[in-house]
């Protein structure tokens, strides 16, 4: 295998690639990050990291001033739907998106099976009696999102369940937001009796909801988040591999950048696993 230190010196550009993703400060993308640093410090490539935060024309820009640090690969989370722009930069610069499908290119993507973790939450709530499940996620416009929506209604329909439209909330999730909307949610004629959320950051915002509006209905959230097993009660929760998803981005960017000729672009679909707590309801434990 060639040197890939050496290969980057002999192309005049430091040992360094770089990170972007929606933030740092996120637990599962500072965990994907530590798990890319670690690797990348093996290897002997130091790692620039910057936060693209959840806004799409805010992606752009960010990633294009990373690049102009002269970073050898690039590990992104796309945050716009079109990643076109890095096209041209492709046949100098290794490239591999995660968490997230990219748009309009074709590159080396290391994901989670979304829709299976949405089918997995739904179901779980559906097997402890629930029939009135609630969805909530940000913008659909995110492919996870629309992939979790997308497992949440295949688990209704094959329970004979309705997909009630009224259940279904996307768009800002913040605390003040997502209180509105949970007040609305839950004190609506027909309440729901079970909520999924579809990522950590809505679920955190979901739990201040609660505790502002003194509501105790069932729930699940994707993503797990520290300290979720020692909240009352704990938070079951389909939990991600962020520590694989970053070393196997890390593998898959060295490869790129050892043969970069290479044309074939590869899909890594990570699974996921729910894990049963006390959230979802009594007797809450997967079977």
Do not use: K, W
């Not at 915002?205 to 069932?218: N, Q, V, Y």
């Amino acid at each position: 295998m060639p040197n890939t230190v050496a290969v980057t010196f002999r192309r005049g550009r430091d040992a360094a690639i770089g990170v972007a993703v929606p933030s740092v400060g996120d637990p599962f993308f500072a965990a994907v990050v530590e798990a890319v640093e670690g690797e990348a410090r093996r290897r002997g490539y130091a790692v620039i990291v910057t936060s693209l935060g959840n806004l799409p024309d805010d992606e752009r820009p960010a990633i294009l001033a990373l690049l102009q640090r002269q970073v050898v690969g690039l590990i992104a989370t796309p945050t716009d739907p079109d990643q076109s722009y890095l096209r041209s930069r492709q046949p100098r610069t290794a490239m591999v998106f995660i968490d997230r499908l990219p748009g309009q290119i074709r590159a080396d993507t290391v994901r989670q099976d979304d829709e299976a973790g949405g089918y997995q939450a739904t179901a779980h709530l559906l097997e402890h009696g629930h029939r009135r499940v609630a969805f909530l996620g940000d913008d659909d416009g995110f492919r996870t999102t629309a992939l979790r929506l997308d497992g949440y209604r295949r688990a209704l329909r094959e329970a004979g369940v309705d997909d009630d439209p009224a259940l279904v909330r996307l768009g800002d999730i913040g605390v003040d937001a997502l209180t509105a909307e949970v007040d609305a949610l839950l004190g609506a004629d027909d309440p729901p009796s079970a909520v999924f959320s579809s990522n950590a950051r809505a679920t955190r915002s979901f739990l201040h909801a609660l505790h502002r509006l003194d509501r105790h209905p069932a729930y699940v959230g994707f993503g797990d988040f520290p300290m979720a097993d020692l909240l009352s009660p704990s938070v079951t929760v389909v939990d991600q591999d962020p520590e694989a998803m970053g070393r196997i981005a890390v593998e898959r960017l060295f490869d790129r950048l050892t043969d970069p000729d290479r044309r074939l672009r590869r899909t890594v679909l990570l699974p996921v696993q729910a894990i049963g707590r006390g959230s979802c309801g009594p007797g809450c434990s997967l079977r």
